[in-house]
């Protein structure tokens, strides 16, 4: 909507239309003409993107993205920390720490700059697992995204009340504590294919 928005208030601006044309990979979010259009954009510095996938030619991002989501190769998931959180994540860095190494328009495979509603689609690391994946989030961005975040779980995996299965900070910032709560409440992501 503010893509649109911005197209119509500065027609020949950044915010242009993107052909969603040439379908290489659907699971993984891949289109020939986004590639295009990314590589055109970057000058040449990205040639190639999965908007489904955290590992494999990931989105990139300016900076001014919402929320960031990195790997915890140790509990086989993600975390998903968002701008107002100011404390340490349990991979040990800060929201501002990771936007340090996800910003700037590079691509980072394990990590993603993204917007809050993004977390609770069908598509969010599709090309992983989806969005039980999830393992831990700020308890204000879980309350934030919960109903709409539990009906995806529902439907995709018949998983009840999912976002309780979400470490968060009032519970654990780091990764024994996590893992110990991930184990109490049998969290998919444990089960699943590793990440890496």
């Given at each position: 909507?503010?893509?649109?928005?911005?197209?119509?208030?500065?027609p020949?601006?950044?915010?242009?239309?993107?052909?969603?044309?040439?379908?290489?990979?659907e699971?993984?979010?891949?289109w020939?003409?986004?590639?295009?259009?990314?590589?055109?954009?970057?000058?040449?510095?990205v040639?190639?993107?999965?908007?489904?996938?955290?590992?494999?030619?990931?989105?990139t991002?300016?900076g001014?993205?919402?929320?960031i989501?990195g790997?915890?190769?140790?509990?086989?998931?993600v975390l998903?920390?968002?701008?107002?959180y100011?404390?340490?994540?349990?991979?040990?860095?800060t929201?501002?720490?990771?936007?340090?190494?996800?910003g700037?328009?590079?691509?980072?495979?394990?990590?993603?700059?993204?917007?809050?509603?993004?977390?609770?689609?069908?598509?969010?690391?599709?090309?992983?697992?989806?969005?039980a994946?999830?393992?831990?989030?700020?308890?204000?961005?879980k309350?934030?995204?919960?109903?709409?975040?539990?009906a995806?779980?529902?439907?995709?995996?018949?998983?009840?009340?999912?976002?309780?299965?979400?470490?968060?900070?009032?519970?654990?910032?780091?990764?024994?504590?996590?893992l110990?709560?991930?184990?109490?409440?049998?969290?998919?992501?444990?089960?699943?294919?590793?990440?890496?």
């Amino acid at each position: 909507l503010d893509a649109k928005a911005t197209k119509e208030l500065d027609p020949t601006g950044a915010c242009q239309p993107v052909p969603k044309e040439g379908l290489e990979d659907e699971h993984k979010g891949i289109w020939s003409e986004v590639s295009k259009a990314v590589e055109k954009a970057s000058q040449g510095a990205v040639s190639r993107v999965s908007l489904y996938s955290i590992l494999e030619d990931p989105m990139t991002s300016c900076g001014c993205f919402e929320c960031i989501c990195g790997i915890v190769p140790e509990a086989n998931g993600v975390l998903i920390v968002n701008r107002e959180y100011g404390e340490i994540t349990p991979v040990g860095m800060t929201f501002g720490e990771l936007a340090s190494m996800t910003g700037g328009g590079v691509q980072t495979p394990g990590f993603m700059g993204h917007g809050r509603h993004f977390i609770a689609s069908k598509k969010f690391l599709r090309a992983e697992g989806g969005i039980a994946r999830i393992v831990w989030m700020p308890k204000e961005l879980k309350e934030d995204v919960r109903e709409r975040l539990d009906a995806t779980a529902k439907e995709l995996y018949g998983i009840e009340n999912f976002t309780d299965m979400i470490c968060d900070e009032t519970i654990a910032t780091d990764s024994e504590g996590l893992l110990a709560f991930l184990s109490a409440k049998g969290h998919p992501a444990l089960q699943m294919d590793p990440l890496m």
